[in-house]
C-alpha cells in the first residue's frame, strides 16, 4: 500500500498497481522492473506542499530521494551576500535529493512554485541495489548524470549575456519546461524569480519583459490565467544571441 503523510488526505493512489502505473508513467523505472520491486512500492510514501512551503533546506542530511509526482519547485541557494539565487526548476518527473545518496547533505532549499506532490522514496532500496540489483543502480546513476548536465545547461544558458538576451533563454527554456501547454505557451515566472534565476535585478527583468509585451513577442492567452502567454520562439531564439 501506499504510505500518504498526514499532509496528504486524499491519496489518490492507494494500491501497488496504480503507484506501479504512476512511477511508469514518470520515468521512474518500466512497469516490468517495477513489477519485481515491492519493497520499493511497500516504502515510498505521498506529501502534498502549497506553494512557498518547504520541502527540505539546504544544509540538513537526508534518508530520502524525492520524485514530483505534479506541480514545479525551484532549488535555491543562498549567497554570502544574504542574497538567493534560483539555480534549478523541476517540474513532473524530476528524481531529486540525488546528493543524500553520496552521504552528502541537502546542498539547496527546495521550495513549491506551485501546488507540488512529492513521492518520497527511502536511500536504503537504493543502497540496497548496489549490492543486490546493479542494473537497476545504474539506471539511478544515470539519473544524477542527467541531473549534472542539466546543471551545466542552467550555468551556461542563464549565466552570461545582456539581460535581455538572458530573459530571452529563459523563455524559451520556459516554454520547453511547461512542455504539456505546447511549444508556443510559456508560463511566467514571477519577476522576482526570474531575476533571482538570471542573477539580475526584477527591474532589469520587468522592462525586458514589458518590452516583449509590447512588441508582441509575448501575447496574453485570453480567458486564461494571466502567467499565461503565447511566444515568438524565432524571434526569441534571435535574441537569446545577445
Not at 505521498?46 to 520524485?67: D, K
Request: aromatic share 8%; with cysteine.
Amino acid at each position: 500500500m501506499l504510505k500518504t503523510e498526514e499532509r496528504d488526505p486524499e491519496s489518490p493512489l492507494n494500491e501497488q498497481g496504480q503507484l506501479q502505473t504512476e512511477l511508469s508513467k514518470l520515468g521512474f523505472l518500466d512497469g516490468e522492473i517495477l513489477a519485481d520491486q515491492p519493497r520499493l512500492l511497500e516504502s515510498i510514501s505521498q506529501v502534498t506542499y502549497q506553494s512557498g512551503e518547504v520541502i527540505y533546506h539546504g544544509g540538513e542530511g537526508s534518508h530520502l530521494l524525492f520524485l514530483v509526482r505534479q506541480g514545479r519547485l525551484k532549488l535555491i541557494s543562498h549567497l554570502p551576500n544574504g542574497r538567493s539565487r534560483i539555480v534549478r526548476l523541476h517540474k513532473r518527473g524530476s528524481l531529486i535529493g540525488m546528493e543524500g545518496l553520496m552521504g552528502d547533505e541537502h546542498e539547496h532549499t527546495a521550495i513549491a512554485i506551485d501546488e507540488v506532490a512529492i513521492y518520497k522514496i527511502p536511500h536504503h532500496i537504493f543502497q540496497q541495489w548496489k549490492e543486490d540489483e546493479p542494473r537497476l543502480y545504474n539506471r539511478l546513476l544515470e539519473h544524477w548524470h542527467e541531473y549534472l548536465n542539466y546543471a551545466d545547461t542552467w550555468i551556461t544558458e542563464f549565466s552570461t549575456g545582456s539581460v535581455k538576451g538572458r530573459v530571452a533563454r529563459l523563455l524559451r527554456f520556459l516554454a520547453d519546461f511547461e512542455s504539456e501547454t505546447g511549444p508556443h505557451v510559456v508560463e511566467l515566472l514571477t519577476t522576482d524569480e526570474m531575476a533571482e534565476i538570471l542573477g539580475v535585478t526584477a527591474e532589469s527583468v520587468s522592462r525586458v519583459i514589458a518590452e516583449f509585451k509590447r512588441e508582441s513577442v509575448l501575447d496574453p492567452i485570453e480567458n486564461n490565467s494571466e502567467s499565461l502567454f503565447t511566444c515568438d520562439l524565432e524571434t526569441l531564439e534571435q535574441l537569446s544571441r545577445e
